[in-house]
Every structure is written in C-alpha cells, then in structure tokens.
C-alpha cells in the first residue's frame, strides 16, 4: 500500500511545486518595475499604431468626400483616434498618473477614455439601427435624440459620482463607479446584439444576390460579433476589478493584467473593426452616408 501510494504522492507534490512556480513567475514580473515599465509602453505602442492608423483613415475620407462635413464615418474615426491617443499618453506617462493628487484624477485619465471608447461604438449602432429602420419605412427622427439623450446621462452619472469621490473618498464609491462601468458596457453588449443582429438577419433574407451584399453581411456579422464581445468582456472584468483586489486594473503592479484586460477590450477589437470598415465612401451618388447634423 505504501509502495502505490507515493508515486501518487510525488505527482501531488510535482504538480504542487510547478503550481507556486507559476505563480511566482506572475507575482515576480507584476513586481518588477522593468517589466512593469516594458509592459506599460508596449500597451502605449499599440494604442498609438490604432491611433494613427485611425487617423490616416479619417484623412483618405476627408479627402474623397470633402464636401459631406462631419459624416458618421468620419466622427467615428475621428473618436478612435481620439480614445486610443489619449489612452498612449496615459500608458507613456503611467508612473506619473500614478502620483497625480487628488486620488480623483487617476480616476479621471484612467477612466474617461472608457466612456469614449462607448461613444466611439454606440455611434456605429445608432448607425445600423438608422439603416434598419430606413429599410423598413419606419421613422428613425426620435434616433438621434435618443443616443445623445444616453450619452448626456452616462457622463452625468460618471461625473457626478466623481466630484462626490472627490469631495469624499469612500470605498464603496469606487465599487459603484466600477460596477456603472460594467453595466454600461452591457448595455453597449446588447445594443450591438440587437441592432447588429436585427441588420445581419434583414441582409441575409435580402432577395438579391450580390457580392456587395455578401460583404455587406460578412461586415455586419463580424463587427457584431467583435463588439459584443469585448464589451461584454469589459463588464465581466469590471465586476471583477470592482470586488477583487487581485483584478484591480487602476495600479501599477497588475502590468499582465492590464496587457491582456485592454489588449482583449480595447486594442484588437479597434484593430479588426478599422480593417474591416476600411472601405472608403464613393465620389458620388452616395446614399447611405448620413452627416452628423
């Protein structure tokens, strides 16, 4: 009996000892400053490569249709370009953001490009539902009002609980802020679910065959698909960052973490939602380009 017990016994152990190695390997690269500045300026890297390339976007557009103003197209890019430009310098300078007094505007830098970010996106499904409905001789007038109506009292709520973190730091303050966060990003997850997935279905029962229309759909789908996604990541996180210290993604010594939290969220679904919306407006006779009036 002993003899067939410790072979079991020194598998425990071996898989025991590579368990703490591993941890150790996360827990030492968490606590080096050398990692945690390399990790940090590589997240800074690619926010600026997304950044620029949205921008070289928004001037191939600005140069074909010069004539449209502040279309759809262009704000979105220009939003893009916007959030993940602020998010580089954030990511460059992170060690000084870290120092910033009052506490409050840590929570500012880190944060505000967040609720960009849902503009960003919540603009491209008041886009797909404007289409949606047009398909469908319904009135899209009350459309508009309504996503500035959203935006205006998602910054309000951010903001005020802001100002009252500032005027009285509380812990359970900062607990709301996050959890407002992950609820917004789930609301941003089921707009896409269903304007995206409304659009995908009305295309796909579309009776003419046509490559433009294949690629329309395969668009849809995959934009859907990517968004849903990342933003329902970003509530899943939050929530997480929000009751778990180990998952908080607002200090310095959690570089993994936030490599792979905003790699996941922000980078790559920015990344593959620029390369595939990559189609530049045609000169003339555009009729589903809509400016922002």
């Known amino acids: 009996m002993v003899a067939r ?22 827990r030492d690269i968490n606590d080096s ?3 945690q500045d390399r990790i940090f300026h590589l997240l800074a890297i690619l926010y600026g490569i997304v950044a620029a390339v949205a921008l070289v976007q ?16 262009k704000v979105f890019h220009f939003l893009n370009f916007l959030v993940n430009g602020v998010r580089c310098f954030v990511f460059v300078f992170r060690r000084d953001v870290q120092k910033l007094q009052p506490e409050i505007v840590q929570h500012i830098l880190l944060d505000m490009p967040s609720l960009a970010f849902f503009t960003t996106y919540a603009l ?28 205006a009292v998602v910054y309000v709520i951010q903001i005020t609980l802001w100002l009252i973190l500032w005027w009285k730091p509380i812990s359970v ?18 707009g896409f679910l269903l304007y995206g997935g409304r659009l995908f279905l009305m295309l796909q029962r579309f009776p003419v065959e046509s490559k433009g229309r294949r690629k329309k759909l395969q668009e849809v789908g995959y934009v859907t698909t990517i968004c ?14 929000a009751f778990d210290k180990a998952a908080d993604l607002d200090v310095l010594n959690h570089p993994i973490l936030n ?27 555009i009729t589903q380009y809509h400016p922002i009036r």
């Open 5 to 26: 017990g410790v072979p079991a016994m020194t598998a425990v152990a071996v898989a025991a000892l590579d368990l703490t190695e591993s941890y150790n390997w996360w």
């Open 33 to 35: 400053p050398f990692w």
């Open 58 to 73: 928004l001037v191939r557009i600005q140069l074909r249709v010069p004539e449209y103003g502040w279309t759809t197209q």
């Open 124 to 151: 491209l499904v008041l886009f797909w539902a404007e289409i949606y409905y047009q398909a469908r001789a319904v009135s899209t007038d009350g459309l508009r009002p309504s996503f500035y109506t959203i935006n």
């Open 173 to 190: 303050l900062v607990i709301l802020s996050k959890m407002f966060f992950a609820g917004v990003s789930l609301f941003a997850a089921l």
């Open 228 to 241: 849903f996604s990342c933003f329902l990541i970003r509530c899943v996180m939050m929530c997480f960052n």
């Open 259 to 285: 490599f792979i939290y905003y790699l996941l969220v922000e980078i790559l679904p920015s990344s593959l939602v620029l390369f595939i919306l990559r189609k530049l407006p045609p000169k003339r006779g």
